[in-house]
């Protein structure tokens, strides 16, 4: 039997309800877990400033994994912590698949994410859940060259993203993007696709994180319900998904919990972690 002692939690689909809100009662638990010493932090796709600022400045919660766990930040002062990240010329190369298609691309420079301006007008052609429009109206730079910022910028990234309008253009482009080496490719949305650098993933940066902190894996407990989710339910000692989870995520998960408009989050550490603390 493995006591918990660190908390990995997926915020879209996972830890905030389809609204995007933490709600009462798993904020409540949240608090409490932290009250017994367990180190919790979210475990994001997002950047670092698209971490929401009541999860930034949450009591409690010292660490954020962004970007897949390209970057991990200090919540205190946004500081980095651990940071693993894209060449310039990789990036390059996956917004050249990209734009072949009719797509919204993305790119993340120290937890700031930047977008095509032009597309961020039709913001909602590209994502297709009403959710999560003014989110990245609200935290993404737009740029009328998304090439010319990486070339201005001239240095390596966090993570390359794409919305798709058109699925089937993203299985194409999915296909193209494997081609490339040394580079990580998920998809967090059945509509986008992730690219990191190679080996970065949330799983190895959690687990990474535990290694500075003196957590072993096996005391590690992470949520998810995504592809970008999967490696973190598989190298975390305890992995947990949601019941809205994607099948494959399921397989990999121990223990399914509730969906994320059913407090599963909170239900899950209730019983694995307050109440014995303790899981097999």
Same mark, same amino acid.
């Given at each position: !039997?493995?006591?918990?002692? !660190?908390?990995?939690?997926?915020?879209?689909?996972?830890? %905030?309800?389809?609204?995007?809100? %933490?709600?009462?009662?798993?904020?409540?638990? +949240?608090?409490?877990?932290?009250?017994? $010493?367990?180190?919790?932090?979210?475990?994001?796709?997002?950047?670092? !400033?698209?971490?929401?600022?009541?999860?930034?400045?949450?009591?409690?919660?010292?660490?954020?994994?962004?970007?897949? $766990?390209?970057?991990?930040?200090?919540?205190?002062?946004?500081?980095? *912590?651990?940071?693993?990240? *894209?060449?310039?010329?990789?990036?390059?190369?996956? *917004?050249?698949?990209?734009?072949?298609?009719?797509?919204?691309?993305?790119?993340?420079?120290?937890?700031?994410?930047?977008?095509?301006?032009?597309? +961020? %007008?039709?913001?909602?052609?590209?994502?297709?859940?009403?959710? +999560?429009?003014?989110?990245?109206?609200?935290?993404?730079?737009?740029?009328?060259?998304?090439?010319?910022?990486?070339?201005?910028?001239?240095?390596?990234?966090?993570?390359?993203?794409?919305?798709? @309008?058109?699925?089937?253009?993203?299985?194409?482009?999915?296909?193209?993007?494997?081609?490339?080496?040394?580079?990580?490719?998920?998809?967090?949305?059945?509509?986008?696709?992730?690219?990191?650098?190679?080996?970065?993933?949330? $799983?190895?940066? %959690?687990?990474?994180?535990?290694?500075?902190?003196?957590?072993?894996?096996?005391?590690? !407990?992470?949520?998810?319900?995504?592809?970008?989710?999967?490696? +973190?339910?598989?190298?975390?000692?305890?992995?947990?998904?949601?019941?809205?989870?994607?099948?494959?995520?399921? @397989?990999?998960?121990?223990?399914?919990?509730?969906?994320?408009?059913?407090?599963?989050?909170?239900?899950?550490?209730?019983?694995?972690?307050?109440?014995?603390?303790?899981?097999?």
């Amino acid at each position: !039997m493995q006591k918990i002692k !660190m908390i990995g939690l997926d915020l879209d689909g996972t830890l %905030l309800n389809d609204k995007k809100e %933490l709600t009462p009662y798993t904020r409540q638990v +949240m608090e409490e877990a932290i009250r017994q $010493g367990v180190t919790v932090l979210v475990a994001t796709g997002r950047p670092w !400033m698209g971490v929401p600022e009541f999860l930034k400045s949450f009591p409690g919660m010292d660490y954020a994994l962004t970007s897949n $766990g390209a970057r991990i930040v200090r919540t205190q002062d946004g500081s980095v *912590l651990m940071e693993q990240l *894209l060449s310039r010329d990789k990036a390059k190369k996956i *917004l050249e698949i990209c734009a072949k298609y009719d797509t919204l691309q993305e790119v993340y420079f120290d937890g700031q994410g930047y977008a095509e301006a032009e597309k +961020m %007008l039709h913001v909602e052609r590209y994502h297709h859940n009403p959710n +999560m429009w003014e989110y990245i109206r609200t935290t993404r730079i737009p740029t009328e060259d998304i090439f010319g910022l990486v070339d201005r910028e001239s240095r390596s990234l966090d993570k390359v993203q794409a919305l798709f @309008a058109d699925l089937d253009e993203r299985a194409r482009a999915w296909k193209e993007l494997e081609t490339l080496e040394e580079v990580e490719i998920v998809g967090s949305l059945k509509y986008n696709i992730e690219v990191n650098a190679a080996g970065v993933n949330k $799983g190895s940066g %959690l687990v990474e994180l535990g290694k500075r902190l003196g957590i072993e894996r096996e005391e590690i !407990m992470a949520f998810g319900d995504g592809d970008n989710d999967e490696p +973190m339910l598989r190298e975390a000692g305890f992995g947990v998904a949601m019941a809205n989870a994607e099948e494959k995520v399921k @397989a990999t998960a121990d223990y399914i919990t509730g969906s994320n408009e059913e407090d599963g989050v909170a239900k899950a550490i209730e019983r694995f972690v307050l109440e014995g603390g303790e899981v097999c």
